[in-house]
């Protein structure tokens, strides 16, 4: 992904996800969908980047990462 893409990735988590999501396309012949990957090995702040960006012009179904706990165990590790 570093060479070809541009995007490190961390061999613990993310490199074996992407390793895991690549088997999963081949495996499944997926063509003409679209795929995301959310990678969050990333320390940069990207606060000034998204102010004044409304998630409502997103697809829907990405709106409940904005407007509910769609992680509680996160929540009781931060307590």
Known sequence: MAKSEGIRLEGTYTGKTMAALIDQVRGHGIR???????NTYNAID????????????????FHQYFEEDVQPLDKHYSE
């Open 32 to 38: 003409n969908e679209v795929i995301l990957f959310w």
């Open 46 to 61: 990207f606060s000034d980047t998204i102010k004044g960006i409304d998630y409502h012009q997103l697809p829907r179904r």
